[in-house]
């Protein structure tokens, strides 16, 4: 029954393996916490609670999804104080070295930083085949950053729902830049978009082909656009890459905030022109800021955690019922043999609700 | 009104912008097809009655639903005759011009092949910077190849849900091969390796990276490798990264299916050992389904038919009723005012149901 719950929880993100939960990890747990400790730790800005605070967000048991809830509401007051930056690009590309660059930077400057990573790689082996340890080494032991990549082989919708509810809490907790990391150059980039304030695509000078590798729907919904690796020989090929993007991004229909999307090259391994990327976000945050796109934004991504939050809800308390329970468990063999439709099976389960 | 609705029902997938519906091309629609008409069709294989009933079943209108639903329940019974295959790899892979290819030879030895494409990516220009239309040129007029690219910029969850059902459409309508082509390296494989029977990853011979672009994970799903572009100079390239993936993959632990993934090398633009990927399939499918592992796949994909059903249909019951409407109406302004948390708002809004 567990593992039903566990798998429709996963399941309706497209993911069918079930979480795996382990009762006596579980049991085995620390000092439960109250949510007024949540609460005080996150503002206090410790963050071990913090951690444990995005732990149980992202919890697929619907036991914590009251104080889940209550968390987030307590924090939501005090947070908004950030600028939430997307960063994407395709693997290979470099965005664990500039991050790591790019926050150091930052950190040095006297910013606190949370990195949010959704990495939705590996479901068999929880990382990537090349050393996700070694990411981001001296970010990593920073003491104004913070650096939580997804927990799990979690599905896209899942993490990225969470994501909206661990900027909350970072910001309560007094990070005031916050970095979303996104993999891939597949679907979590709309999702992204729609939690941040400014989106970076990071690109590289390919060979001869540097429209080919990214879709035209990233790079449209790109605020800013980094040709990175521009170290060495590699830097004239850097340059002539941002002459052909800036080309083809005149090509494209002004943007609603209304902006000149600006592109750059950098180096994160040698550290060049790293100041340049921070220097164009906050531009961008002058301009949007001046023509009110920034307040607008930030008030429709309000509208957005609505409808996920309806959405999530009603899985949650659909499933989290005994005698639905109970009739999944009854309806599955029926399914597997093949003597009901899986869509008759859901519509009835449905209707007896 | 009917903007909030479409509003939540792209929402719940994390895409932000309602659907664009013109009233006006709604009402100049053709004559309206009864269930029996759309069944008849399909069955029948008339392709126009196939492409409408996708569009009926993707469509996010809620009414649409009860016809969709009988659609797919009468289809059911004739689908299940195919050979699911998914196709993934980065953009630039090569993988329309190897579909182009592998759809022909296929449709040459007298199959009928399905061609379903999870796209995402453009929201705001429907289309990636380097000519859709040109893809799949000759298999396009194929009359033995059937190719629906998902209708807009969906969402993932989304299309990859009505995917499922164009499938068993597909199957209806007498298609014996069914390739679902996915786009990108980020989260819609796993969608995709959860509705068909063989996973099949093309990859590049690349400038010395040859394991940087593709996420571990990815690679974990494949049941086949194909080293795409081993034309020209290329070919020595190819054959010398089908030994490195070769090897990477042993360190992999062994699949559920008990298949040792082969690595093949081959070039779309040449036509060159296409037929060597049909014969892995036809492996995959001998050794699948001698070892049993073919049918139980394809029964867990009945269950997660099942509860991606109960997940849409929670969703469009909840929305799909005035007085939800009406109360969403009133709570949006207090969202945006910042009247209400989005989360307090979502839960009275569910409270009162």
């Known amino acids: 029954m567990a593992e039903d719950f ?74 908004g104080n950030s600028l939430r930056i997307g960063i994407t690009g395709v693997p290979g590309v470099g965005k664990s070295t500039f991050i790591e660059a790019f926050g150091k930077m930052l950190t040095g400057m006297g910013h606190k930083i949370a990195v949010l990573a959704i990495d939705p790689s590996s479901e068999r082996s929880k990382g990537s085949i090349l050393g996700d340890k070694t990411r981001m080494e001296s970010l990593s032991v920073d003491p104004d950053a913070f650096i939580r990549p997804s927990p799990s082989g979690s599905t896209l919708g899942g993490v990225a729902r969470k994501t909206r509810e661990s900027i909350i809490l970072c910001e309560a907790a007094g990070f005031d830049i916050i970095l979303v990391e996104t993999v891939g150059v597949g679907q979590s980039e709309t999702v992204v978009k729609s939690m941040v304030d400014f989106f970076l695509l990071l690109m590289l000078a390919g060979a001869g082909d540097e429209l080919q590798g990214i879709k035209r729907g990233i790079m449209e919904m790109a605020d800013g656009l980094i040709i990175n690796k521009a170290d060495g020989d590699n830097r004239a090929k850097a340059i002539g890459a941002q002459a052909q993007y800036r080309a083809a991004l005149k090509l494209f229909p002004r943007t609603e905030n209304d902006w000149t999307v600006p592109v750059e090259v950098c180096s994160a391994l040698e550290c060049y022109a790293i100041d340049k990327v921070w220097n164009m976000i906050l531009q961008y945050e002058a301009h949007t800021k001046a023509n009110g796109y920034f307040f607008k934004n930030r008030t429709e991504q309000f509208v957005n955690i609505f409808y996920n939050w309806i959405n999530f809800t009603l899985q949650n308390n659909f499933y989290n019922n005994e005698a639905t329970q109970k009739e999944i468990d009854r309806l599955l063999p029926l399914i597997r043999e093949k003597k009901i439709s899986p869509y008759l099976a859901a519509s009835k389960l449905i209707d007896k609700r």
């Open 6 to 79: 566990q798998s429709a929880l996963t399941e309706r993100e497209g993911i069918e393996q079930p979480l795996q939960v382990n009762p006596n990890l579980v049991r085995r747990k620390r000092k439960v916490l109250t949510l007024d400790d949540y609460v005080q730790g996150i503002l206090k800005g410790d963050r071990v609670t913090l951690s444990r605070a995005i732990t149980l967000i992202e919890s697929a048991n619907p036991e914590h999804f009251d104080m889940a809830q209550a968390i987030i509401e307590q924090c939501l007051p005090h947070s």
